[in-house]
């Protein structure tokens, strides 16, 4: 292979740019070409593929979101829009692609592979949720963020003795929303890998203010139950003055962590070195601190993400 194109596609996470900047660098290294496909699947659809040059990624690895954009583009489900991609691709002689994103992104990169055009998925987004991969970037990121905003609501919940519920980010993985409990040291925690009521976390509250908590946080996965709905429910039974907050996109921004740098660094020389030993289709993670790569159709079909049991259990036993 001589040339190779890079995109982020999906939700942007913490960590994409130095991921993109390692592609760039060791694509360079080793006498490759590399291209900037701007706006992921929407920008390669569109044609919008730009050289990119070493200089292209000076001063991007503290940066957070993407320097190529992102975008959702539901229409590269269709195989005809694939296509042309594909064509876009070819006119600029472009071997083979580097797809850094979620699983949706994934899905993309693997019906790319299906149609018989080499792909390397990079798993990126705070979430966590990719199988074949311990580690998502970003992740670490949005931990930190999280967790310092918790910080900031127990000052306040602790001064006024309130009961704090907030919305973490995380799709259906109860990663982010788990370690934020537990680093938060969160009194509740809701995630979707576990079973959910809004009687059940209200009458365990209800336990904790018997047990004489004054003031409590409880840590809640997206997608579970509408927050400000519960609190009030909280406020009604429980007589304590009761606060949601949704911290929303806050989390997915912000200057990428030394671990999320370092990761997205290695996950990107490593999908490098494998297009240059002739893979293609794969996905690349860590695993037991090494990189690790596996089938990415296999990876999205097959693969299932671990759960932390050790954290969950953790998040009771710390009550
Ligand atoms: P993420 O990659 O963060 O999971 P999305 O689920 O929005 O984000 O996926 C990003 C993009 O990947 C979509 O906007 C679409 O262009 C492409 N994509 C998602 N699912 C498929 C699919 N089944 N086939 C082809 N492309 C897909």
Not at 265 to 275: F, H, I
């Amino acid at each position: 292979i001589k040339k190779i194109g890079v995109l982020t596609s999906g939700g942007d996470a913490p960590g994409m740019n130095a991921a993109i900047r390692a592609v760039v660098r060791e694509g360079l290294h080793n006498g490759l070409e590399v291209y900037g496909i701007y706006d992921g699947y929407a920008g390669l659809h569109a044609n919008n593929i730009k050289k990119l040059e070493r200089d292209s990624v000076s001063d991007v690895i503290n940066h957070g979101g993407t320097f190529l954009g992102s975008a959702r583009f539901p229409e590269f489900k269709e195989e005809s829009v694939r296509r042309e991609a594909i064509k876009n691709l070819n006119e600029h002689g472009i071997d083979a692609l580097v797809v850094i994103g979620g699983d949706g992104s994934y899905m993309g990169a693997s019906k790319l592979t299906e149609m018989g055009y080499p792909c390397i998925g990079i798993p990126g987004t705070i979430d966590n949720d990719i199988p074949g991969t311990t580690y998502t970037i970003g992740f670490d990121t949005a931990l930190t963020t999280v967790v310092e905003a918790v910080d900031r609501l127990r000052d306040t919940s602790a001064s006024h003795k309130r009961i704090s519920i907030v919305e973490i980010m995380g799709r259906y993985c109860g990663d982010l929303t788990l370690g934020a409990a537990v680093a938060g040291g969160m009194e509740f925690v809701a995630v979707p890998e576990m079973e959910y009521s809004d009687e059940a976390l209200i009458n365990e509250i209800q336990a904790g203010i018997t047990k004489g908590k004054t003031h409590m946080l409880v840590a809640v996965c997206e997608h579970m139950t509408n927050i400000s709905s519960l609190a009030k429910k909280v406020e009604e039974v429980t007589g304590r003055e009761t606060r949601a907050t949704v911290l929303g996109h806050v989390q997915r921004g912000g200057a990428p962590t030394p671990q999320d740098r370092i990761i997205a660094t290695r996950m990107g020389s490593y999908a490098v070195k494998l297009l240059l030993q002739g893979e293609g289709g794969r996905c690349v993670g860590l695993m037991n601190s090494q990189m690790v790569h596996h089938d990415i159709i296999d990876c999205i079909n097959n693969m299932k993400r671990p759960f932390s049991d050790e954290l969950w259990d953790l998040s009771f036993s710390m009550f």
